[in-house]
Nanobody, 125 residues
């Protein structure tokens, strides 16, 4: 499985960006995908995750501002980011998890089996 992010860039505070992550390969083995981010000097943190069944989880700081979605026809994960803040500045990574449990939602980075190369998001005040 390969996952490739796109859509990063720069935005003003209060603006919006949409990230995409295209998955290819043995997609049938996947049950969940997620967005993580890592700011300079900080640990990688979960932003949002979604299962193939539609179960979602968000980091508290992005609830109400970010929306994760999965297009199972296109095998593409999206992250719609609105009301952006300077503290959202980070490299955003797409991750995918293999599992036979269709509704299991991994929360720890080590549980994800495949990672993209990351895309930079910069929010200026």
């Amino acid at each position: 499985v390969e996952v490739v992010e796109s859509g990063g860039g720069s935005a003003q505070a209060g603006g919006s960006l949409r990230l995409s992550c295209s998955a290819s390969g043995n997609i049938e083995s996947l049950n969940a995908m997620a967005w993580y981010r890592q700011a300079t000097g900080k640990q990688r943190e979960l932003v949002a995750a979604i299962t193939w069944g539609g179960r979602t989880k968000y980091q508290d700081s992005v609830k109400g501002r970010f929306t994760i979605s999965l297009d199972k026809v296109l095998n593409t994960l999206f992250l719609q980011m609105s009301s952006l803040k300077p503290e959202d500045t980070a490299v955003y990574f797409c991750a995918a998890h293999e599992d036979i449990r269709t509704d299991y939602l991994p929360r720890e980075p080590y549980e994800y089996d495949y990672w993209g190369q990351g895309t930079q998001v910069t929010v200026s005040s």
